[in-house]
């Protein structure tokens, strides 16, 4: 509806809380000038509903709040991928996860330091595919997975900071190092 619109500041009021399948994707993507996120108030999302919504939005700082607790397939795939200016990520109280929902959320957020909490115990394949990947100084993630699919991180954090904090679940015993699982270097803490 706005993709492209290089001129764009504040995105209009999106008042809806049932949404349909892919009704916002890539609303608002590369929208360089946009500063002001909408409130997105759904807490039940759809398959792709989400998905790139701010690709490229490079002026956008601070994302919107994010209630949702069910989220779909790639409902939030891409979302704020490339926002070069974002330095506070969302929230995010889903409680069970779906394939691909979170999948480069974040990528190229290189402003961003610290990840939302990640408080799901059980990661369903691809959830978190590439979700930090090039987010060059981010130094902090706190996740309580206890148990996750080979794939579920996936590249999520590929080019992160070279030292920060990992923030783990004590009973999870199957994190690997690197850019699959904790990053090289890190500090880890168990919870």
């Excluded at 492209?4 to 949404?19: D, F, N, Q, V």
């Excluded at 609303?27 to 398959?47: E, G, I, Q, S, W």
């Excluded at 330091?113 to 990947?133: G, I, R």
């Excluded at 987010?135 to 080979?150: D, E, F």
Aim: with cysteine; net charge positive; proline share 6%.
């Amino acid at each position: 509806m706005f993709s492209g619109c290089k001129s764009l500041k504040i995105a209009p009021e999106l008042p809806a809380t049932r949404l349909g399948e892919s009704c916002y994707r890539a609303m608002f993507n590369n929208c360089t000038a946009l500063t002001t996120a909408p409130k997105l108030p759904a807490t039940t999302l759809k398959r792709m509903c989400y998905e790139a919504m701010f690709y490229h939005c490079t002026a956008l700082t601070t994302a919107p709040e994010l209630p949702a607790t069910t989220v779909a397939y790639k409902c939030y795939a891409q979302m704020f991928q490339n926002c070069t200016s974002l330095k506070n990520a969302p929230a995010l109280p889903a409680t069970k996860l779906a394939d691909f929902c979170y999948y480069r959320m974040f990528s190229g957020c290189i402003s961003l330091e610290k990840a939302p909490e990640l408080l799901v115990e059980t990661l369903p394949q691809n959830c978190y595919y590439y979700m930090f990947n090039g987010c060059s100084k981010l130094n902090y993630i706190k996740c309580l997975a206890t148990s996750k699919q080979s794939s579920s991180t996936s590249y999520w954090v590929t080019g992160v900071a070279s030292s920060g904090t990992f923030v783990k679940a004590s009973s999870m015993k199957n994190w690997s190092t690197g850019q699959h699982g904790i990053p090289d270097g890190w500090t880890v803490v168990n919870q």
